[in-house]
């Protein structure tokens, strides 16, 4: 059976940093392109970054361009999300995405206060 499940989140303080871990099991992630989105309250779930199977190419969300890097560990068949400078707009449900089994994590809750 196929599975995500993301960890990492917390609550922390404006301008400090968190790493999310999104951990895969019943497949390689590193064999497929995977996403991290975000759900803020009363928002839409937002597109974060990517990372691709073949390329290592990596995509980011304008808000998020040089504070987050998404990275990838084939030996621990994880995904990971570090993200610095964190601002109070971050906070949302983060979730791992895996397109090609149409597979989401259950969420990992990221609070930044002012």
């Known amino acids: 059976q196929v599975r995500l499940v993301e960890s990492g989140g917390n609550l922390v303080q404006s301008g400090e940093s968190l790493r999310l871990s999104c951990a895969a099991s019943?497949?390689?992630?590193?064999?497929?392109?995977a996403f991290w989105y975000r759900q803020a309250p009363g928002k839409s779930r937002e597109r974060v970054a990517s990372?691709?199977?073949?390329?290592?190419?990596?995509n980011y969300a304008e808000s998020v361009k040089g504070r987050f890097t998404i990275s990838r560990d084939k030996d621990k068949n994880s995904v990971y999300l570090q993200m610095n400078s964190l601002k109070p707009e971050d906070t949302a449900v983060y979730y791992c995405?895996?397109?090609?089994?149409?597979?989401w994590g259950q969420g990992t809750q990221v609070t930044v206060s002012s």
């Open positions: 990372i691709n199977e073949i390329t290592d190419r990596t």
């Open positions: 019943g497949f390689t992630i590193s064999s497929h392109l």
């Open positions: 995405y895996v397109p090609d089994f149409a597979l």
